[in-house]
C-alpha cells in the first residue's frame, strides 16, 4: 500500500462519495458554524482533503481565497463540476496534498483538514509541512476520526479486514491524546479541543491549534 493506491481508491469511491448523505447533520453544522467564526474576511485559507467540495463551497464565501485540495483527482473533478455552477472566482480546486504544496512558498492564514489526519501515511512528516504552510500565528482546524479510541473490535479486526478486501483505505491508528501530543511536537499550540456530535462522542474531536 502506497499514496498511489490510496489516490486510486478514493478515485475509485469518489462517485459513491459525492451521492453519500453527512451522518450528523446538525453536528456538521455546528462545525461550520464554529470554524467560520475562527475565520476573517481577509483569510487565505487552505482545506486539505477536500473530498468533492462540499465544506468549501460552504465557507469559501466567508474569506478573501480558498485553495481546495485533495489527493484524488476525481474527487477534484466532481468539485469542479459543482464549481462551474456555483461560479466562485476566489474558490479554487487543485489536486494535491500537503507534502507537494509545502514545496512552494505561499503561506495561509488558515489551513483546514477535516475527516484528513486519520487517512495521512506519515502525520508527523503531515504536520510539519502543515506548520510551514501556515503564516505566523495561522490556524490549523481539524476534525478526524481518533481510531485509536474506538471499539478495538473495529481498530484490530474489523478495519485490517476491509481494508485487506479494498473497502476501505488506509486508517492510522492514534487516540486524541497522542493526536493533541503529535501537533504540539510539531510546533502547535492547541486552543480548543471539542466534540460537535449531536448523540454522545463520535471519536472525532474537533481540534483548534495555533502555529508557535
Not at 84 to 111: C, K, N
Not at 131 to 155: E, Q, W, Y
Not at 163 to 170: E, S
Amino acid at each position: 500500500m502506497s499514496v498511489a493506491s490510496d489516490a486510486r481508491f478514493w478515485d475509485r469511491a469518489s462517485r459513491k462519495y459525492a451521492r453519500g448523505a453527512i451522518a450528523d447533520p446538525a453536528g456538521y453544522e455546528r462545525t461550520l458554524a464554529r470554524t467560520r467564526a475562527l475565520l476573517l474576511p481577509n483569510d487565505r485559507v487552505l482545506e486539505l482533503g477536500c473530498g468533492t467540495g462540499t465544506t468549501a463551497f460552504r465557507i469559501a464565501g466567508d474569506v478573501q481565497t480558498y485553495l481546495a485540495t485533495d489527493l484524488s483527482a476525481e474527487m477534484i473533478a466532481i468539485a469542479r463540476e459543482r464549481y462551474a455552477a456555483e461560479m466562485m472566482p476566489h474558490l479554487i480546486f487543485r489536486t494535491g496534498t500537503a507534502e507537494t504544496l509545502a514545496a512552494g512558498q505561499v503561506q495561509y492564514d488558515a489551513v483546514l483538514g477535516f475527516n484528513y489526519l486519520h487517512l495521512v501515511r506519515e502525520l508527523s512528516e503531515t504536520l510539519a509541512n502543515i506548520h510551514a504552510l501556515l503564516a505566523p500565528r495561522g490556524l490549523f482546524i481539524s476534525k478526524t476520526p481518533c481510531v485509536g479510541d474506538m471499539n478495538p473490535l473495529v481498530r484490530l479486526a474489523l478495519l485490517p479486514a476491509m481494508r485487506a478486501l479494498g473497502l476501505a483505505p488506509f486508517a492510522a491508528s492514534f487516540g486524541v491524546e497522542q493526536l493533541s501530543e503529535y501537533m504540539r511536537l510539531s510546533g502547535f499550540d492547541i486552543l480548543a479541543t471539542e466534540s460537535h456530535a449531536t448523540a454522545g462522542d463520535d471519536g472525532r474531536p474537533y481540534i483548534v491549534a495555533r502555529k508557535r
